[in-house]
């Protein structure tokens, strides 16, 4: 799923389109459904922001639209007058270039869904202690892996970020959240930020625990091991040798 660096990195492209008056068309059914880009054809596109792993996209006259890029979604931004291969749910046209959405997953004309998110994991500068008094009213016996990946809570660290800011902080995925203390909490809140702040900015960092199943930690040479987690079962990624708070139950 893209997460919150992704999607950051999508609305800086999309800021090629910003002021101008928009041409839109939604060459794919389930696109067309949404009636977005008829909402949308013809209107000055005034901003483009990012929160969490959400666009919006605003519009003269008070139109809004929120896009959410779900498992497989995905903003591409090209010169216009590029051929289309294939049938994207919603395309913006502007005088010189035009971002396509493919595979929309969420695409709507309000943004009711953002009143109930934590802060975005990349603002500048984060809201730690916000982040913090939110967890802290939130379910204390959750793994701090499902804790930190809540969007309620935090809004844009998904499961690739979790397991570096986690590895970073020397903190288990399967910590129960009251039992972290809140320095620690902070570690892990301010490495999710600032890896991937440097994301966005095009940083290459590579991976220390995600999709690294059976290889030794670069740190301590414990063995990397994974597990879903959750009712969603996400997958979690940690080294038991030095990511303190130790591994599922029963393992």
């Not at 994974?226 to 038991?240: F, I, L, M, V």
């Amino acid at each position: 799923m893209p997460e919150g660096d992704t999607v950051h990195r999508a609305a800086t492209r999309l800021q090629a389109l910003v002021g101008e008056t928009v041409e839109a068309s939604s060459p794919n059914p389930r696109g067309r459904a949404t009636r977005v880009a008829e909402h949308v054809d013809g209107r000055r596109l005034t901003s483009v922001s990012a929160h969490g792993k959400n666009l919006v996209l605003r519009f003269e006259g008070g139109v809004v639209v929120r896009s959410h890029l779900g498992m497989t979604g995905r903003w591409v931004v090209r010169p216009r007058g590029d051929g289309i291969a294939g049938t994207p749910w919603l395309v913006v046209r502007g005088e010189r270039a035009q971002a396509l959405l493919w595979n929309g997953a969420r695409l709507e004309l309000h943004v009711r869904a953002l009143g109930g998110l934590g802060p975005d994991i990349l603002e500048r500068p984060p809201r730690i202690d916000a982040m913090v008094t939110r967890i802290r009213r939130g379910d204390d016996s959750r793994f701090l892996g499902e804790t930190l990946l809540d969007q309620h809570l935090v809004s844009g660290i998904g499961n690739k970020w979790l397991a570096e800011a986690l590895w970073s902080a020397e903190l288990s995925p399967w910590s129960r959240t009251g039992v972290v203390a809140d320095e620690d909490l902070r570690g892990a809140l301010t490495a999710a930020a600032g890896l991937m702040s440097a994301s966005v900015e095009g940083r290459v960092r590579r991976n220390e625990v995600y999709r690294r199943v059976g290889r030794p930690c670069r740190r301590c040479g414990g063995i990397i091991r994974s597990r879903g987690q959750g009712d969603a079962n996400r997958t979690a990624y940690w080294c038991r040798g030095c990511q303190k708070g130790g591994g599922p139950p029963g393992a």
